[in-house]
Nanobody, 123 residues
Framework: QVRLVESGGGLVQAGGSLRLSCVAS?????MGWFRQAPGKDREFVSR????????????AYADSVKGRFTISAENAKNTVYLQMNNLRPEDTAVYYC???????????????WGQGTQVTVSS
């Protein structure tokens, strides 16, 4: 069982920035972020895979966050970060860290989930 602990959520004004962190109890192939707004389905935000041949992993982003969010990882610490810039009110959601063993970006491909951290963007 892999345990994930998120931190870094909060309240920010539109145009502001937040950085989410997620620490895993052990390493996995992929770690990512999903979010769920009230009344909506959980949606993919970003994912990074662990790479043996390169210092940085392979990343993927939802179209809605490309150019504004950046995912990164510190493999030695089993930690993944989500730097969120130019935040918009529509980014308001509970953000969940997820980990798994494939590069797929659908929620069912991730085996382990954190408890979630609230991000609220005011207009």
């Amino acid at each position: 069982q892999v345990r994930l602990v998120e931190s870094g959520g909060g309240l920010v004004q539109a145009g502001g920035s937040l950085r989410l962190s997620c620490v895993a109890s052990t390493s996995t192939y992929a770690m990512g972020w999903f979010r769920q707004a009230p009344g909506k389905d959980r949606e993919f935000v970003s994912r990074i895979t662990r790479s043996i041949t390169r210092s940085d992993g392979v990343t993927a982003y939802a179209d809605s966050v490309k150019g504004r969010f950046t995912i990164s990882a510190e493999n030695a610490k089993n930690t993944v970060y989500l730097q969120m810039n130019n935040l918009r009110p529509e980014d308001t959601a509970v953000y969940y860290c997820a980990a798994g063993w494939t590069a797929a970006v659908i929620s069912t491909s991730f085996n382990y989930w954190g408890q979630g951290t609230q991000v609220t963007v005011s207009s």
